[in-house]
Structure formats: C-alpha cells, structure tokens
T-cell receptor, first 108, second 115 residues
Framework: DAKTTQPNSMESNEEEPVHLPCNHSTISGTDYIHWYRQLPSQGPEYVIHGLTSNVNNRMASLAIAEDRKSSTLILHRATLRDAAVYYCILRYGNKLVFGAGTILRVKS | DTGVSQNPRHKITKRGQNVTFRCDPISEHNRLYWYRQTLGQGPEFLTYFQNEAQLEKSRLLSDRFSAERPKGSFSTLEIQRTEQGDSAMYLC?????????????FGPGTRLTVL
C-alpha cells in the first residue's frame, strides 16, 4: 500500500485558515488522494478527494502538487467544530488505508 | 436518522467469551465495510461485502473473526474466544457502488473492552 506522511498534530486559531500537509512520494499515477476526518467519539467522515487538479467543496479545498508527491488540505476558516483527526489517504482498491493522521486543535 | 447505525455502542466482556456486533448500513448502499481502530491509531480495514458476497478479508481477520451479510442488508461481526488484544473500536461503513470517490459513510462504532 502506498504510504502517506502527516504531522502528528497542528494548532490553529479560530476563524483563521489552516493548511494540513500530506506527503505521498510513492503515489502511483492512478491513486486518488482522499481526506477524511474523525471528530471525537465519532466515525470518520469524508472531506474531499482529488487526482491531479486542485479541488474545492463546501468543507475544504485540496491543493495537489504538480508532481503529486504531496498535497495540502485547506480549511479556509477554522471553527471549534473542525477540531478532529484529519487523515490523508491514498485509495487502494475498495478499502481505505488510514495512517495515524494529524490531530488538529483549534483555539478560541 | 438515515445514517449507518451500529449496535451495541459499548460491549464489555470477559476473555474467552464470544461477542457479536451488528451494523445497519444506509439502505440503498450495496457495499459494507468493517474496520478496527485502536487508541491513537487510524482505522484498519478488516473486510468488505458487496451485497451479500464477502469480497475481501484482511490478514488481520483471524479465524476467530467472522462476518456475514446474509441478505445484503445488515451485517454482523462475531469474535469468538475473545482476547484482550481484541479490545478496540469496531467501525462499520457503507458506500454506494464502486466509482470514485466511493465515499464511505461510517457509523459511530462499537467499543469492545475485553477484561
């Protein structure tokens, strides 16, 4: 399984943008990059995905490097409800292969 | 609520006992997944079903573990002769079809504690 590397934790102030990095240097040409997040005491939830181009949805933006060896999840205005573990995942067949993720703390 | 539901939410058992968990996916979803999550780690894939067929099993799924989805709707995960190392959160997810993104919708999990 292709591997992703994320910082263990990050901290942000409320109402400020957050950039969550992910390295995936062994990504193959057909691997999609997925982001899920897990709020405390809940199951993971889908955030966004992309292949080559940058992507936006109502939750976040995904910026993908031109060589696809790294990507960044962008939360435009962090709120206290965004405090969660964020997982960067390279889709492998039908299963999601999670790493340890990044714990995002949001300060008010 | 039309999300994925799991029962029970918590289970405490003694080592050596058998336990069974149930997952009810979102009704129109034909794919169902089981994951296991230990403290401080991301979820680990265990197995998945398309309709009633179990199409993939992880090497993590020892012979003490069995999963079924008899009518292609709800699923059960049974652990026989539980061990303390089985203590974890067991997560179920469902999805519709197999295309990208094949977004998986997760339930709240069943937390198992083996004493």
């Amino acid at each position: 399984d292709a591997k992703t590397t994320q910082p263990n934790s990050m901290e942000s102030n409320e109402e400020e943008p957050v950039h969550l990095p992910c390295n995936h240097s062994t990504i193959s040409g057909t691997d999609y990059i997925h982001w899920y997040r897990q709020l405390p005491s809940q199951g993971p939830e889908y955030v966004i995905h992309g292949l080559t181009s940058n992507v936006n949805n109502r939750m976040a933006s995904l910026a993908i490097a031109e060589d696809r060896k790294s990507s960044t999840l962008i939360l435009h205005r962090a709120t206290l409800r965004d405090a969660a573990v964020y997982y960067c995942i390279l889709r492998y067949g039908n299963k999601l292969v999670f790493g340890a993720g990044t714990i995002l703390r949001v300060k008010s | 609520d039309t999300g994925v539901s799991q029962n029970p939410r918590h289970k405490i058992t003694k080592r050596g006992q058998n336990v069974t968990f149930r997952c009810d996916p979102i009704s129109e979803h034909n794919r169902l997944y089981w994951y296991r999550q230990t403290l401080g780690q991301g979820p680990e894939f265990l197995t998945y079903f398309q309709n009633e067929a179990q199409l993939e099993k992880s090497r993590l799924l020892s012979d003490r573990f069995s999963a079924e989805r008899p009518k292609g709707s709800f699923s059960t995960l049974e652990i026989q002769r539980t061990e303390q190392g089985d203590s974890a959160m067991y997560l179920c997810a469902s999805s519709l079809g197999s295309g990208i993104p094949n977004e998986q919708f997760f339930g709240p999990g069943t937390r198992l504690t083996v004493l």
